[in-house]
């Protein structure tokens, strides 16, 4: 059994920065993909950043220049460097993995491991 836990939450000012870390336990995690989410309350879950143990990186459009994915695959952890943080970036912010090869890493039904999540709260 994977758990995969989150840490580097916290309450930060608009422009800030902030690093998420995800670390797996358990038996060895040999992931394929591994990526961020956040949620907020009333709303699905969203895709932030993610990437394969081959490839570049993918980012949605609100991650673009702000936020650096960076997962160690080998050792099943994943960062996210996470800078001019806005507003609109307070959310619960999960971790997940996958050790097959997902067709889109995107989509959040596609991953078998979660975290329990991090919160970021960001104030103006």
């Known amino acids: 059994q994977v758990q995969l836990v989150e840490s580097g939450g916290g309450f930060v000012q608009v422009g800030d920065s902030l690093r998420l870390s995800c670390a797996a336990s358990g038996r060895t995690l040999s992931a394929l993909v591994m990526a961020w989410f956040r949620q907020v309350p009333g709303k699905e879950r969203e895709f932030v950043a993610g990437?394969?143990?081959?490839?570049?990186?993918y980012l949605s459009d609100s991650a673009l220049g702000r936020f650096i994915i960076s997962p160690d695959i080998t050792k099943g952890t994943v960062h996210l460097q996470m800078s001019n943080l806005k507003p609109e970036d307070t959310a619960v912010y999960y971790c997940?993995?996958?050790?097959?090869?997902?067709?889109?890493?995107?989509?959040?039904?596609?991953?078998?491991?979660w975290g329990q999540g991090t919160q970021v709260t960001v104030s103006s």
């Open positions: 990437r394969r143990s081959y490839g570049s990186p």
């Open positions: 997940a993995a996958d050790e097959t090869h997902i067709m889109n890493v995107r989509n959040q039904h596609e991953y078998a491991y």
